[in-house]
């Protein structure tokens, strides 16, 4: 089994920052990809942010310039720093993993249990 735990999030004013944190542990053979899904209050879920091979990003439209994501693969960690935050930032951010856990298994996602982060105006 592939465990992912976020942590970092948390109540913020606009203009405000915050940096998120997910680790993956377990099982694990190879990590694909790691990255950034967030869903506010009745919207549907959508990619902030993702990193695969530790080279290649991708980052929504709405945060770009102010969100970026990185990782550390030797410890199966990656981040979220988000600057300048706005209330539109406001949604539980939900951490996964594209992840192979066997040298013969397939690729598989993994999703931790989200963490929330408010911004006030």
């Known amino acids: 089994q592939v465990q992912v735990v976020e942590s970092g999030g948390g109540l913020v004013q606009a203009g405000g920052s915050l940096r998120l944190s997910c680790v993956a542990s377990g099982s694990i053979f190879k990590i694909n990809a790691m990255g950034w899904y967030r869903q506010g209050p009745g919207k549907q879920r959508e990619l902030v942010a993702s990193?695969?091979?530790?080279?290649?990003?991708n980052y929504a439209d709405s945060v770009k310039g102010r969100f970026t994501i990185s990782r550390d693969t030797a410890k199966n960690t990656v981040y979220l720093q988000m600057n300048s935050l706005k209330p539109e930032d406001t949604a539980i951010y939900y951490c996964?993993?594209?992840?192979?856990?066997?040298?013969?298994?397939?690729?598989?996602?993994?999703w931790g249990q989200g963490t929330q982060v408010t911004v006030s105006s």
């Open positions: 996964y993993t594209n992840t192979q856990a066997t040298y013969w298994g397939s690729l598989h996602d993994y």
């Open positions: 990193i695969t091979s530790g080279v290649s990003t």
